[in-house]
């Protein structure tokens, strides 16, 4: 099951699981990519209802086409729409032409226009579903791809010196933010940001933790963000002393 993702490029959406495991879907269409039949907005309550794990522009990403189909039926239950007929559903899709989707959603299935959802029978539902998901490009083009892209392994260890942690860091950013399919992008990257590390090691060597006045109201005051800081600043004093 996936927990998190989010757009490389428009093309390209990724996907990471609970171990850390990195997936690219890439090809068909974006209702595929995003496993969003109805392109459900990413702010509607339902898609975080629905276990969504990101966005892609206005649309939620989910974990699964299960959970986007969930996800098109909880949306169309809201009030506004469950209540209202198919004209409603079709000013949400087509603003300046509503007529136009209603057509070619009854060329696709036969529903009444004046009937409102919330008297649709299950097969009627079923089948308003269907026709939505096709309208919204939910189809399979034959050229779909998701893909386990090659893990950089590795964790820091008690005892690895600051050029091990530097370059393990340097990794994991180009295992994140790098098109994989690009050898001397990550190459380039990883250098730059091994610098990056290099340079925010010194710095850390000489940071003093500020131990605010109690009786004093300003920035550092707040317990979480202290405890927060400690735990950093030890962690890397400890790397950057040996």
């Given amino acids: 099951m996936f927990i998190l993702a989010y757009p490389e490029d428009t093309e390209h959406i990724a996907y990471f699981d609970a171990s850390g495991n990195k997936y690219i879907a890439k090809g068909g269409t974006l209702a595929w990519r995003i496993n969003n039949p109805g392109l459900v907005q990413s702010h509607s309550h339902v898609a975080k209802q629905n276990a969504s794990i990101g966005a892609c522009g206005p649309y939620a990403i989910f974990p699964s086409p299960e959970n986007g189909h969930q996800s098109l039926s909880s949306w169309l239950r809201l009030k506004k729409y469950f209540n209202g007929t198919l004209r409603v559903v079709a000013q949400h899709y087509q603003p300046y032409d509503p007529e136009g989707f209603i057509l070619k959603l009854n060329a696709l ?5 004046n009937k409102k959802l919330k008297s649709y029978s299950k097969y009627d539902w079923q089948l308003l579903l269907q026709s939505i998901a096709k309208l919204c490009h939910f189809e399979a083009l034959g050229n779909e791809d998701l893909s386990l ?3 950089i392994n590795g964790k820091i260890e008690n005892g690895q010196d600051q050029e091990d942690v530097i370059q393990l860091l340097a ?10 399919f690009n050898p001397a992008a990550i190459e380039n990257y990883i250098k730059q940001r091994m610098n990056f590390y290099k340079e925010a090691f010194e710095i850390i060597k000489n940071v003093t933790v500020l131990d ?4 004093m109201r300003h920035g550092f005051d707040n317990k979480c963000y202290q405890t927060v800081l400690h735990s950093i600043v030890k962690k890397f004093q400890q790397q950057a002393d040996q």
Avoid: G, T
């Fill in 149 to 151: 892209l090659p893990r």
């Fill in 109 to 113: 299935a036969d529903l009444s226009l």
């Fill in 171 to 180: 990794y994991r950013d180009a295992e994140l933010h790098v098109n994989p």
């Fill in 212 to 215: 605010p006045d109690a009786f």
